[in-house]
T-cell receptor, first 115, second 113 residues
Framework: GDSVTQTEGPVTVSESESLIINCTYS????????LFWYVRYPGEGLQLLLK?????QKGSSRGFEATYNKETTSFHLQKASVQESDSAVYYC????????????FGLGTTLQVQP | EAAVTQSPRNKVAVTGGKVTLSCNQT?????MYWYRQDTGHGLRLIHY???????EKGDIPDGYKASRPSQENFSLILELATPSQTSVYFC????????????FGAGTRLSVL
């Protein structure tokens, strides 16, 4: 079945440093799955950070970027300069085939940004 | 603003007891979902629904029932709660378009003692 693998956490970086959280996927049910990054801040539910539905395209939001790479089946999340407020859990997800709207999630990566 | 609201936010239950988790959405979305999130497992789908009166089994439905009495409401029911069901539960809503993201509630932390 479909699956998502992402960087194991926790990941600790200092404020203003760069960040990359790796995400690779395996999609057997669909050739071009939609790809998403969600973020969960402490005490809150998951919220969409960015999505990309076309291979080769890049999504961006709040200074974060991710490029849909069909060749390497990757969707890594990057940010050039993190802030303490970016501390959260980040989830990579892919959308299954069909119109169920179901998402397959990675395990989540906890990011801790030190001041 | 569109929203997904879960209740209760925290629940302590006894083994063998009945637990009902409720979810309400104002997004006017057709689809709704129940996930649980555990360390080492990420989010796993329990049940989902395509609309009022519909419920479908997700990847880990055993021990859970779901009810969708209206477009807005979707409940998760644990008839006989067990300690293995201690977890954080998330409700989400989404459209039928595969590109539509899911909108999540804040979660319910359930402890079964």
């Amino acid at each position: 079945g479909d699956s998502v693998t992402q960087t194991e956490g926790p990941v600790t970086v200092s404020e203003s440093e760069s960040l990359i959280i790796n995400c690779t996927y395996s999609a057997t049910s669909i050739a071009y799955p939609n790809l998403f990054w969600y973020v969960r801040y402490p005490g809150e539910g998951l919220q969409l950070l960015l999505k990309v539905i076309t291979a080769g395209q890049k999504g961006s939001s709040r200074g974060f970027e991710a490029t849909y790479n069909k060749e390497t089946t990757s969707f890594h999340l990057q940010k050039a300069s993190v802030q303490e407020s970016d501390s959260a859990v980040y989830y990579c997800a892919l959308g299954e085939a069909g119109n169920t709207g179901k998402l397959i999630f990675g395990l989540g990566t906890t990011l801790q940004v030190q001041p | 603003e569109a929203a997904v609201t879960q209740s209760p936010r925290n629940k302590v239950a006894v083994t063998g007891g009945k637990v009902t988790l409720s979810c309400n959405q104002t997004n006017n979305h057709n689809n709704m979902y129940w996930y649980r999130q555990d360390t080492g497992h990420g989010l796993r789908l329990i049940h989902y629904s395509y609309g009022a009166g519909s419920t479908e089994k997700g990847d880990i439905p055993d021990g859970y029932k779901a009810s969708r009495p209206s477009q807005e409401n979707f409940s998760l029911i644990l008839e006989l709660a067990t300690p293995s069901q201690t977890s954080v539960y998330f409700c989400a809503s989404g459209g039928r378009d595969r590109a539509t993201p899911l909108y999540f509630g804040a979660g319910t932390r359930l402890s079964v003692l």
